[in-house]
């Protein structure tokens, strides 16, 4: 029983940490169970309830099912499920008059001829990629209604008003929940996306204003300073490339809100995302010349020093000052003038190396900065 | 007309394209469509319809909705399907004997209350990272069985009698789906897993092997070979870690089958993927080397040629041998030879630094073999 207690108490601190990370999962779980409520009302409500009949519970699953943590995919998923089902609901009306034309022992036959044509047509266009981003659900959907209909039409007297019906309260059944998904503090998939790009972006800087001081203290005195988390931010750069695109697709449904625009260029999030992690990967070179201890066999020159300290910073307030300008929506000249600087520190530093004082292979350092740029 | 006409052309030599590069897409089409026509012949045939009832419906959905690409993901939504309909059916009836003490016009109002609680605790347990891998689609067919069943029970006469139906049919709907899925040419998605991590490292491997004469090559005359394709390929390994983790959460429902036991170290696979990205990340940086037309100040002694090619050649090859080793499931005693061999090259070449020779920043050029190894 203490272990039970135990294991609860446990299962309880990691709901409030889940609830706490972010609000707003709180407030969907309570959206999501209102849609439901809203409508279930009209099964219980008597004039509501006699003009869709039974199929009123269609709504109900439609609800269920399309209710998602964003206004990009709770709208993809409604407007999906809407046009496959009335597709799919057409096309198995036409089935079933050309299936009576065969006599009751043959209709059987022509209609599983259909569904299975067009079922296994389905299912292979669900592979190409551009369908799958974009009306994976659809086509789903487009199967399990075409085969519903088809099949119980075989049975059912008055299929036309049944399939009828099922539109209706699918379609009733999609306005609320996207109506209280968007009504009550919606969450817009794109302003998620723009601001991890923003942050992906950001934290790059943060590790190359502090690479510089880091390495050469590192180099000279042997020890880490204390607090070194901030290096290790960047390494989750590295696997946001799914989620990024998952992200844009979404984004592309949702109408324009705020600061952002119908026909918002989303595509260019995932231009930006992928030099983010080109950039990423050279930091993550730089971090285990920092992580390899290694052996100081010659001093390094103050003016090598400088310099370089000099570009790691320059290009780190220039990635976050690019952050906060994606951010704000602002173009931002001051970046340009960063990137200046780190440029002459770095066209210093050649000079430095024609002249054959010193060697150091940090000539990947002024890459990320020329790649944002 | 000819516009149309070509766009359809394009389209079929997609799907001629897709078709190829996986014969089994077009199979498991066609196993989606068996199936379905399969599950409805319960609709058909008079003694299996009339012992089920209407919600014979129910079974074809369910084996359009749980029909998927792999074993393990039919088999895992299967599961969920079954248990969630379960347990969400039998909460289902307790709570409508609860709402029945409540009078007639207080029953809504106690169902909507349990229905807006459950939905919204079963919407915020979908977020549990634990719970969101194994069973996200089971707490969703849980919110909309309970739902259904609470609020049909309103008006439903024989409420109990149409759950146990609901059950029936969906697990009957869901075994004859498993049973086609596995009996007609099964696709592992657990030897799916196998193949591309060892595909991933044969790749690294590849462009070790190569990499070594293309360098020198290209440092000496200035000029690349023809065909580079070779030294391209790893670069798609960066972004395969959650699809294996997708995949690996994915085998762990597929029973044993061949050479795969059942619990079958799944995770060792995603600790090997990992490694592979890191060594990607590495093997990035050389290629680096190679795209930046470095000029040739000094000339390279020969014998620091040699080593340098010996060390990439051999951790090329025993990469090839591992990843080998990994498909035929055996131990490659002669992996470790190779890595021998690249350390033994590895430690010439230090020694060459260390006598003042030559330096050449190639130090990375052993960390992958040491990865892995």
Chains 1, 2 share one sequence.
Request: charge should be positive; proline fraction near 3%; hydrophobic fraction near 45%.
């Amino acid at each position: 029983l203490a272990l039970l207690a135990k294991s609860l108490l446990e299962l309880a601190r990691q709901a409030k940490k889940l609830g706490e990370d972010d609000p707003r999962r709180i407030i969907n779980s309570l959206k999501a169970g209102l849609s439901i409520i809203l409508v279930s009302l009209f099964y219980y409500v008597e004039p509501l309830y006699s003009s869709f009949g039974v199929n009123t519970t269609s709504a109900v699953m439609t609800a269920v099912v399309i209710f998602e943590f964003s206004v990009g995919a709770t709208l993809g998923k409604g407007v999906n499920k809407m046009l496959a089902t009335l597709g799919a609901g057409a096309l198995g009306l036409g089935v079933h008059r050309l299936a009576t034309l065969s006599g009751k022992t043959g209709e059987p036959v022509v209609i599983d001829l259909f569904v299975f044509a067009i079922a296994a047509m389905a299912t292979f266009a669900r592979i190409f990629p551009r369908l799958k981003a974009k009306c994976d659900y659809g086509l789903m959907i487009f199967i399990l209604t075409f085969s519903l209909v088809s099949v119980s039409s075989y049975r059912e007297e008055n299929i036309q008003k049944m399939a009828l019906e099922r539109l209706l309260t699918i379609t009733v059944g999609c306005f609320i929940t996207i109506l209280v998904n968007i009504c009550i503090c919606p969450v817009w998939i794109g302003e998620d996306l723009h601001n991890l790009v923003a942050l992906n972006i950001e934290k790059l800087g943060i590790f190359l204003q502090g690479f510089g001081g880091e390495y050469f203290e590192m180099y000279e005195e042997g020890l880490p300073s204390k607090d070194r988390s901030f290096l290790q931010g960047y390494k989750s750069v590295f696997n946001t490339q799914s989620r990024e695109e998952n992200m844009a697709n979404l984004a592309r449904w949702e109408p324009g809100h705020g600061r952002f625009r119908f026909r918002h260029p989303w595509e260019q999030y995932l231009t930006i995302g992928s030099l983010t992690r080109q950039c990423a990967i050279k930091i993550d070179v730089l971090n285990n010349y920092i992580d390899r201890q290694i052996q100081p066999s010659l001093e390094i020159p103050s003016q090598v020093k400088e310099h370089c300290t000099m570009i790691s910073l320059e290009c780190g307030k220039a990635l976050k000052e690019l952050s906060s300008s994606i951010r704000m929506m602002i173009r931002a000249e001051t970046t340009l003038l960063h990137i200046g600087n780190s440029k002459i520190a770095a066209e210093n530093l050649k000079s430095l190396f024609i002249s054959g004082l010193w060697k150091e292979a940090d000539p990947l350092e002024r890459a990320p900065a020329t790649a944002v740029a």
